[in-house]
């Protein structure tokens, strides 16, 4: 079995690790490019999600480098999300790729669910299962803690591209890493690295921007124009709404997290029943940043994607009830570099010319 996985942001660290400590020869997709978008909008329907077509792209790039299996998660919903292995698959094998796919799919039932599970562990003992899982989620927590602190550190390089040198090393360091020890202590070697250029005396007069909205879009770089690095490039702190860890809580059950379920109440009043996706998250993790007196929001949401526009459709009313402003920003294959970064600018110095008058009051 050569497998290959949908990738996004750094995950690919922990999810790598998961399968190699299995036994499986892994076929890591290229990084995204446009060439990954080409091959996925070619490919799948127009009216399909951005997320779609980029995932197609990346199959079919591992595809060519020799991967014969997909691990995919599943799931049913007013999210499309959930029918994307789906309709992947009949796709590939319409273009004639015999590839065998591995989906974790709560809604096909429990038993086809540990089907799946079996393939994925290579029927190990409950023993390595424990081992190797606990391994990949320490992982996941030091990927979305390096993630956090490349946040207050940016704005403060002493010169560009400082962080990102100092991250890659980690991340190298962290994919190498076979125990937990050791990637405790790479962390901790890395938040010390970035304390000495964190100035902390300075970090509460930056503008601070929380970003909200699908998850794929938040947290992959590629489909998000590196949204966090370019903000923390103007001296902007930026603070992504969830990372990799909430994103494992939510969509798989073994690690649901019922504070999660709870931090969502918030959005009640505005959207009252569950629209799919991260609709009603959006709404909430909006509340929250304003409750913790942020500057404003950037809602990032696949063109065409149902539960975000519904949340963008109740917004205006959330930025005018917390007084925080929001900007935005619907991708999909057309949108450019040139028109984001223009819109973006704009929008930090509207804040930064808010936050100086407020300090002036």
């Given amino acids: 079995m050569k497998i290959t996985y949908p990738p996004f942001g750094d995950a690919r660290i922990a999810i790598e690790s998961f399968l190699r400590d299995f036994g499986h020869e892994v076929i890591p997709p290229p990084p995204s490019t446009n060439r990954t978008l080409s091959i996925g909008v070619k490919y799948a329907p127009e009216f399909a999600c951005l997320p779609l077509k980029i995932t197609l792209g990346n199959y079919i790039e591992a595809i060519e480098k020799g991967a014969d299996t997909i691990l995919m998660l599943g799931g049913i919903g007013p999210c499309r999300f959930g029918y994307y292995a789906e309709v992947q698959r009949r796709i590939l094998k319409d273009l004639g790729y015999d590839i ?57 390089e002493r010169y560009k591209g400082e962080v990102d040198n100092i991250i890659r090393e980690t991340h190298k360091r962290l994919d190498q890493a076979n125990n937990i020890l050791k990637v405790r202590q790479i962390l901790s070697e890395y938040r010390e690295t970035m304390d000495e250029i964190i100035d902390k005396n300075s970090l509460k007069d930056l503008v601070k921007i929380g970003i909200v909205g699908e998850f794929y879009v938040v947290l992959d770089h590629f489909t998000n124009f590196e949204i966090a690095k370019r903000l923390g490039e103007l001296g902007v702190l930026a603070e992504n709404a969830f990372y990799i860890e909430d994103i494992v809580r939510i969509y798989l059950p073994l690690f649901r997290s019922k504070d999660i379920d709870e931090r969502t109440r918030v959005a009640l009043p505005y959207i009252r029943r569950s629209v799919g996706g991260e609709g009603q998250r959006t709404i909430a993790h909006t509340i929250e940043f304003a409750e913790r007196g942020f500057d404003g929001v950037i809602h990032l949401s696949p063109f065409t994607c149902m539960p975000e526009i519904v949340a963008d459709g109740v917004l205006e009313k959330v930025s005018k009830d917390y007084n925080i402003q929001v900007l935005t920003l619907s991708i999909d294959e057309q949108t450019g570099l040139a028109g984001i970064t223009t819109r973006i600018e704009a929008f930090i110095d509207m804040l930064k010319t808010k936050k100086r008058r407020r300090i002036a009051v």
């Fill in 100 to 156: 065998d796919w591995i989906v974790l799919d709560l809604s096909n039932g429990w038993i086809n669910l540990f089907k799946s599970i079996e393939k994925v562990t290579n029927r190990s003992n409950i023993i390595k299962v424990m081992k190797v899982l606990r391994l990949a989620w320490e992982k996941v927590l030091a990927i979305d803690e390096i993630e956090k602190i490349s946040r207050r550190a940016r704005p403060f």
